[in-house]
């Protein structure tokens, strides 16, 4: 639902130039708040009002504008200005609005990307959709073993900024490969001991994933475990990123989609209602109920063979709907509790 609560501001504010109020209007609110009350402008407009917030803030509005309307913005900017922002929006969130637009100009954006994001950014579309690896992200909290909680607390004031979270720190050695895992609550708590290893507080009994393991059985994982992260290693258990939370209830989202649909008697769709073609909806829908409406004939056929039966007892006739609606609702009863129960 669009919020007209700002709109007139918004657009007397920029046609008139107002550069410092637009950009109170970025930092004063939440960034799903500053998103949710530019929906009513046009693109153009909400991009305009995007670049009076610094890069931080403009990324994090960004990243709450529904994703039909994130991929129309990239395909109308210029390649520079796109650049930009997805050097500061999460390497997964990139690599899934890059696959939106032509190979030739992904390559021209990814040019003027700066080499350590490009080089995620790369790593990340070699992975195939619905792993573990497509929805992880790179930037992860990681701290060398060595390092004591003086040097770990300084090392991540400066890293914060560009983390997605740090409620876990993965530790790691001097190849990279995970020995375990510190929360950002044992770190805090041990600031009285600033000369305490991180290897003498971290955890070495840590769950892990593959890179090539299916997104829903991660998500599984991550709910089973009431996890807000977990760490993506390959098969040398080397350290690649990891899947946050929030990427995780995207996973169950699709997931619960597709079931419901499943349910409803429809091929589930690969993309959201509205952007589906209408060929693709045809055929998705139309498959069933042919099936549907053939098994309906054999319905009929039976019926009809009772016909001399109906002439002697009409009043059986009645009871006919009756019989066929309360299996329907019975048959709706018994999946969405079935279901439900293996949720």
């Known amino acids: 639902m669009i919020n007209t609560l700002f709109l007139p501001e918004l657009r007397e504010m920029l046609a008139a130039g107002n550069a410092q109020e637009l950009r109170e209007f970025c930092t004063a609110l939440h960034p799903s708040r500053a998103a949710e009350f530019m929906e009513g402008l046009a693109n153009e407009e909400a991009w305009s009002v995007l670049q009076h917030a610094d890069t931080h803030q403009r990324a994090e509005i960004f990243s709450y504008f529904e994703y039909d309307r994130q991929v129309a913005m990239l395909q109308a900017e210029d390649d520079r200005q796109v650049a930009d ?16 637009l032509p190979d030739k100009r992904v390559e021209q954006i990814l040019a003027l990307v700066p080499a350590p ?7 990340l579309q070699t992975f195939e959709e619905g792993t573990a690896g497509s929805i992880m992200t790179t930037e992860a909290a990681c701290l060398d073993e060595k390092l004591t909680v003086r040097q770990a607390l300084e090392t991540l004031s400066r890293q914060a900024e560009r983390l997605e979270t740090i409620y876990y720190i993965y530790v790691v050695d001097d190849t990279n490969h995970l020995r375990g895992v510190v929360s950002t609550r044992m770190l805090v708590s041990s600031f009285g001991k600033p000369d305490r290893t991180i290897a003498d507080l971290m955890d070495t009994d840590i769950l892990t994933v593959d890179a090539g393991d299916d997104q ?3 998500a599984r994982i991550v709910a089973k475990y009431d996890l807000l992260a977990i760490p993506v290693v390959d098969a040398q258990r080397h350290m690649l990123g990891i899947i946050t939370h929030d990427d995780v209830m995207d996973v169950f989202m699709e997931e619960a989609t ?3 649909q499943r349910i409803a008697a429809v091929e589930p769709l690969e993309d959201s209602y509205m952007r589906t073609p209408i060929l693709t909806l045809t055929w998705k829908r139309g498959m069933w109920l042919g099936i549907l409406f053939f098994a309906g004939i054999l319905t009929a056929l039976a019926l009809r063979s009772y016909e001399l039966e109906f002439e002697q007892f009409g009043w059986l006739v009645w009871f006919i709907p009756l019989v066929i609606g309360s299996g329907g609702n019975s048959g709706a009863q018994t999946s969405t509790l079935i279901i439900a129960g293996m949720a």
């Open 117 to 123: 994001d490009r080089r995620d950014i790369r790593r």
């Open 216 to 218: 829903q059985d991660v």
């Open 85 to 100: 922002l997805v050097t500061h929006i999460p390497a997964d969130d990139a690599v899934d609005l890059l696959s939106e």
């Open 258 to 260: 597709e079931d419901v």
